[in-house]
């Protein structure tokens, strides 16, 4: 069973349309992470959930919102998409916070044309 | 402002050879930090976590050294392998996030 499942792996779509990325763990982690990873490889963290409530949001465009139906899901929404916004999206999933471990997923490829 | 560096470059080795990657940071006071491993086309896996008050710590193959004084965080992995070959990520534990530098890709040859 994969403990951090993100659906799509690989999406691409054109600038101005509005997509999704689902994100599930199954570890029972009270807390759930979007990451977004550039081309240069830098991972940087866009929002953060304890329970379903939102902890951080971090310097994000409004088109990016952010939904948790309850503490296994976290998805991720894209309004008005730009060609900025292509990356790796990853999401991940700790018990203990920044004091444990974080369990990724395999993360989303978006490609905005 | 916060930074976390880690060697761009790739780091090149022998098989059986230690390799050794460096994490540096400013401005930063972290309770923890972390080491993780990120294989192309996958999400990161974690390795190794140490607090500050641990001077070192060790998992199999796997050594972390943490200095405070310094800033900086040393990785090793000794007796390398090709299945070694992967970009390790350094990570500091802020308030309510980690913070993660750009990753050394380490290659070792056979």
């Known amino acids: 069973d994969t403990a951090v499942s993100q659906t799509p792996k690989y999406l691409v779509t054109q600038m101005g349309n509005d997509k999704s990325i689902k994100c599930e763990q199954n570890?029972?982690?009270?807390?759930m992470y979007w990451y977004k990873q550039d081309s240069k490889k830098f991972l940087k963290i866009m929002f953060s959930y304890n329970n379903k409530e939102l902890i951080i949001n971090e310097t994000v465009p409004n088109r990016f919102s952010p939904k948790s139906p309850d503490k296994a899901h976290l998805n991720l929404h894209i309004n008005s998409l730009e060609l900025g916004d292509s990356a790796v999206y990853f999401c991940a999933s700790s018990q203990d916070g920044v004091a444990g471990e974080l369990f990724f997923g395999e993360g989303s490829r978006l490609t905005v044309l | 402002s916060q930074k976390i560096e880690q060697n761009s470059e790739a780091l090149n080795i022998q098989e059986g050879k230690t390799a050794t990657l460096t994490c540096n940071y400013t401005n930063y006071s972290p309770a923890y930090l972390q080491w993780y491993r990120q294989d192309p086309g996958r999400g990161p896996v974690f390795l190794l976590l140490i607090r500050e008050n641990e001077k070192e710590k060790r998992k199999e193959r796997l050594k972390v050294t943490f200095d405070t004084t310094l800033k900086q965080s040393l990785f090793h992995i000794t007796a390398s392998q090709p299945a070694d070959s992967a970009t390790y990520l350094c990570?500091?534990?802020?308030?309510?996030?980690?913070?993660f530098g750009s990753g050394t890709r380490l290659q070792v040859q056979p």
């Open positions: 570890l029972g982690h009270d807390t």
């Open positions: 990570a500091l534990a802020g308030r309510r996030a980690l913070t």
